[in-house]
């Protein structure tokens, strides 16, 4: 259901035009109209009857590290074929039109830095980044081959001290990356609109940031067309799709995205 109140928009865009600082918050819906599924979708292919949870940890990669790799470097092959659509232009025109703008994503597909975006927090890592299991040592991405087909491969080796190469990305149970954390936590307690787009809001420790904002005096703006964890938080919901509701609140503020 998409129902963006015209009235919310302008209201946001008002608190925008103030703003010294403006957090945007992105989940995996941000990337929807992209074409890449959000991570609750029901996976396609292989994936389907997995959850992607249990993909997502270090356990399941020593367990089966072909199946883990594999489905990390299809991703990544998804991914890289993907183009950010509109919203994310209308992220990068937010840029240009305040003062400044952070973007602190859960998301690990990049679009954001591919749309132009220069001041993003990746809090759960890339998948264009790759070290290995045990020591942590760097990896080159431009080594890992992009898979014929959707299926397990198997991690290459580290040229230094031999342990399977994972994906550079925080999984369940990991810890967040210092540096992105405080970036993001501080921009959170100073920011005077945050735009939390795409996310149900069930990943922590990610889904505190809109309490952190919303608690330091600043406007909480939901931007999903389906209600979420956090919904409750905003100060203003905009019902509708990141491709529908950033371009809106862009030309709002006069510019084009
Ligand atoms: C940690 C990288 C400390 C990998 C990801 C109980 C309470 C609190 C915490 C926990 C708990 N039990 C366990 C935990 C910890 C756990 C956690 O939060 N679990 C959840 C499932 C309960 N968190 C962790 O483990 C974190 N680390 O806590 O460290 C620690 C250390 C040791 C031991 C214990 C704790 C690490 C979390 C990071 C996991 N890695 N990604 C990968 O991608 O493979 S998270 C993964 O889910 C993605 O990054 C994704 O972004 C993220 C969150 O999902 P969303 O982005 O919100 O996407 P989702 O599909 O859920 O929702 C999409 C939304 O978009 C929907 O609302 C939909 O309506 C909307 N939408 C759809 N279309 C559009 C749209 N919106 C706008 N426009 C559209 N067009």
Sequence with gaps: MTDIDPGSLDRVAGALARARLVVVATGAGMSRESGIPTFRDALTGLWARLD????????????????????Y??????????????GYDAVVALERLLPQVVVVTQNVDGLHRRAGSRQVLELHGSLERFRCLDAGHPFPAEAVAEPVEDGPVDPPACARCGSPIRPGVVWFGE???????????????RCGVMLVVGTSGLVHPAATLPRIAREAGAMVVEVNPEPSELSSLATVVCRGSAGAVLPALVARLGGAA
Excluded: C, I, N, S
């Design 52 to 71: 992607p949870e249990e993909l997502a940890t270090a356990d399941a990669f020593r367990r089966a590290p072909a199946r883990v790799f594999g489905w």
């Design 73 to 86: 470097a299809w991703r990544r092959k998804v991914v890289r074929a993907a183009v950010p659509h509109a």
């Design 175 to 189: 810890m967040l990356p210092e540096w992105e954390v405080t970036a993001a936590w501080e921009a959170a307690a």
